[in-house]
């Protein structure tokens, strides 16, 4: 299986270690055709990219681009998924800034609305009152692929638990992709096994946090192979 795009990774305009063209650079010298670069939506707490530095970045990225004409360096986000209406944290001034956006949920994010959203993060973390929260996480993520065009979502299953059948139908139907992540252990075997027959897509990221984790799929690529998953179903896949 030889992965040729890396759409998930981060940098230190979140919480990343290195600078986007380091990321950059381990993605040419690892081979890879495609790199994407995918910090952290800005309403995320702890580590958000700073709003106001979106139109830096795609300047940064543009500039990249001239200067590394055989890689094609793509400027992602990863927002995260406010409630459970769908709302993400890329608003209608500054999408245009992205070539592509995935969308994962993330505890740190601040919920839109305050009381029902923090509840439901502490709920997912207590646990006898999980029924509520896979309704409330599932509604979440399926309402944020019905309402934004969303390429990917990162990480399913991790951190928040959800309902991954509902999830998969679903992204079909919106042509989403569903991640298999190489450094959270979601999408897991037995998940895969449970809708890999929906016909649903899937990309393999390295969610790399670090320049030398850029293109490090050897995990997704073991419980992808693992349970099974059509290699054709894999979008980020070279000889498909
Ligand atoms: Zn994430
Ligand atoms: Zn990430």
């Given at each position: 299986?030889?992965?040729?795009?890396?759409?998930?990774?981060?940098?230190?305009?979140?919480?990343?270690?290195?600078?986007?063209?380091?990321?950059?650079?381990?993605?040419?010298?690892?081979?890879?055709?495609?790199?994407?670069i995918?910090?952290?939506?800005?309403?995320?707490?702890?580590?958000?990219?700073?709003?106001?530095?979106?139109?830096?970045?795609?300047?940064?990225?543009?500039?990249?681009?001239?200067?590394?004409?055989?890689?094609?360096?793509?400027?992602?986000?990863?927002?995260?998924?406010?409630?459970?209406?769908?709302?993400?944290?890329?608003?209608?001034?500054?999408?245009?800034y992205f070539?592509?956006?995935?969308?994962?949920y993330?505890?740190?994010?601040?919920?839109?609305?305050?009381?029902?959203?923090?509840?439901?993060h502490?709920?997912?973390?207590?646990?006898?009152?999980?029924?509520?929260?896979?309704?409330?996480?599932?509604?979440?993520?399926?309402?944020?692929?019905?309402?934004?065009?969303?390429?990917?979502?990162?990480?399913?299953?991790?951190?928040?638990?959800?309902?991954?059948?509902?999830?998969?139908?679903?992204?079909?139907?919106?042509?989403?992709?569903?991640?298999?992540?190489?450094?959270?252990?979601?999408?897991?075997?037995?998940?895969?096994?449970?809708?890999?027959?929906?016909?649903?897509?899937?990309?393999?990221?390295?969610?790399?946090?670090?320049?030398?984790?850029?293109?490090?799929?050897?995990?997704?690529?073991?419980?992808?192979?693992?349970?099974g998953?059509?290699?054709?179903?894999?979008?980020?896949?070279?000889?498909?």
């Amino acid at each position: 299986m030889n992965v040729i795009a890396d759409y998930h990774t981060h940098t230190v305009y979140s919480h990343g270690k290195g600078s986007i063209e380091d990321n950059v650079k381990v993605a040419i010298s690892k081979g890879l055709k495609t790199i994407g670069i995918s910090d952290h939506g800005y309403k995320h707490m702890g580590f958000g990219i700073k709003y106001r530095d979106i139109p830096k970045m795609r300047e940064e990225i543009d500039y990249l681009r001239e200067k590394y004409p055989n890689i094609n360096i793509l400027m992602g986000i990863e927002a995260n998924i406010l409630d459970e209406d769908g709302n993400i944290d890329v608003d209608d001034k500054v999408r245009k800034y992205f070539d592509y956006i995935m969308a994962g949920y993330h505890f740190g994010s601040t919920p839109t609305k305050l009381i029902k959203g923090s509840l439901n993060h502490f709920i997912n973390l207590v646990g006898p009152l999980k029924k509520f929260a896979i309704k409330y996480n599932t509604n979440a993520v399926v309402n944020a692929m019905k309402k934004n065009d969303i390429f990917i979502i990162t990480h399913p299953g991790a951190k928040a638990m959800i309902d991954l059948v509902e999830v998969a139908k679903v992204a079909k139907e919106t042509n989403t992709a569903l991640e298999i992540n190489s450094r959270h252990g979601h999408l897991t075997i037995e998940e895969l096994k449970l809708i890999k027959d929906i016909g649903v897509k899937f990309a393999i990221g390295s969610d790399a946090h670090e320049p030398e984790s850029v293109g490090n799929f050897i995990d997704g690529i073991y419980r992808a192979k693992k349970a099974g998953v059509d290699i054709k179903s894999i979008i980020n896949i070279d000889g498909r």
